[in-house]
């Protein structure tokens, strides 16, 4: 019997345990076993493994995280760890692997597929969209739907206390998820990566508002959001992860004593963090995730390796792995849309 790996890796996100659902019911279906790697592409390396069955899949649907667990490991930083995750997947009696991932899982993936001659597909996910090669990933509605509640709460707080209240929000490259919530909860002013904000042109639209007689106002602010005044994203120092990549954050609670010192209205900062990902799929995401999980299985029959499951109007299709290794920045049009209703 032919043997499929599936394994998570990166941040984790609503809508993975739809995904090895949907994997392990449609390949037992077909035929084929089906081999849980563990914590991403660490299980690989290490030989963290555990046979997924019909049974053992049950009840997972709903479940935030990943039942496999994740990880930011990359196999290619060390020379031996490429090695040792060749010899496991021989090991193990792999014939093939959906590796489900952002653009870092995705790039080692596509890295294995081209150089090594892996047979390996691919499900593309993260809860910021910003990924090419599909119009959406899973876990952005959700990671929409807690912040949109979390606005609409702040809100009421805000009237209340006639306050400005800053919001940061995950986004590290784009600013789907502020701009969509922001919108959806009716922000006052949005600030995303794409665009370099100037903290003045902030202050004036709080004070728009202000002269209109709201005495309160709401800033969504992306965390990888810079000003036009230091040019630099905040980081938290000391963070770096295997891809290189800086822990982000600080955004908020810097813009926040800005806004404060220069407008004079009391201010305060909410920084969402990882509230944003974790928790029950909405429905939504149950769907594309299912419906991506079952894409990826045609993949290996239709011996389409180096593709991966993709969102294209309503339609699933296959799109290149190498499409997920560029960014997805906002659509400048969505961000006009929302930035009708600032001030
Ligand atoms: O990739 C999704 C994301 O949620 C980013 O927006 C964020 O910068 C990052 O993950 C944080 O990940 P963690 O703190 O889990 O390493």
């Excluded at 290490?46 to 479940?63: A, K, N």
């Excluded at 990880?71 to 090991?91: A, M």
């Excluded at 109007?313 to 920045?329: R, Y």
Aim: hydrophobic share 40%; charged share 20%; net charge neutral.
């Amino acid at each position: 019997m032919e043997k499929i790996g599936i394994l998570t890796g990166g941040g984790d996100c609503p809508g993975l345990n739809a995904v090895i659902r949907a994997v392990v019911r449609r390949s037992h279906a077909l035929g084929f076993d089906v081999l849980g790697i563990k914590n991403g592409w660490a299980g690989l390396i290490h030989g963290y493994v555990e046979p997924l069955t019909d049974f053992s899949v049950s009840g997972i649907l709903p479940r935030g995280g990943t039942i496999l667990g994740t990880s930011r490991t990359n196999p290619f930083r060390e020379l031996d760890h490429v090695q040792k995750l060749k010899s496991n997947w021989q090991r193990f009696g792999l014939n093939y692997l959906v590796a489900v991932g952002g653009e870092d899982t995705l790039g080692v993936a596509y890295k294995l597929f081209k150089q090594e001659a892996y047979l390996i597909v691919g499900v593309p996910k993260t809860i910021d969209n910003d990924l090419a090669g599909t119009d959406y990933t899973f876990g952005f509605d959700t990671a929409v739907q807690i912040v949109t509640e979390a606005i609409d709460r702040i809100h009421t707080t805000a009237e209340s206390h006639r306050r400005v209240m800053v919001v940061e929000v995950m986004g590290r490259h784009a600013g789907w998820i502020a701009t969509y919530s922001g919108m959806a909860g009716g922000a006052d002013c949005i600030l995303v990566p794409e665009r370099k904000f100037n903290v003045d042109e902030v202050c004036a639209l709080i004070k728009k508002r202000i002269d209109r007689g709201k005495e309160f106002a709401i800033v969504v602010v992306s965390e990888g959001a810079t000003p036009d005044e230091t040019h630099q994203v905040m980081t938290k120092p000391g963070h770096i992860d295997a891809f290189g990549h800086a822990q982000l954050g600080g955004i908020g609670d810097w813009l926040g004593a800005q806004v404060e010192t220069r407008t004079g209205i009391e201010t305060r900062v909410t920084v969402l963090g990882h509230v944003q990902r974790g928790g029950t799929p909405t429905a939504y995401d149950r769907v594309l995730a299912t419906r991506f999980g079952l894409k990826a299985i045609e993949l290996i029959r239709e011996k389409q390796f180096g593709y991966m499951a993709s969102l294209r109007g309503t339609e699933i299709v296959a799109a290149p792995i190498e499409d997920a290794l560029s960014q997805k920045l906002l659509d400048p049009k969505v961000f006009d849309d929302a930035a009708v209703f600032f001030g």
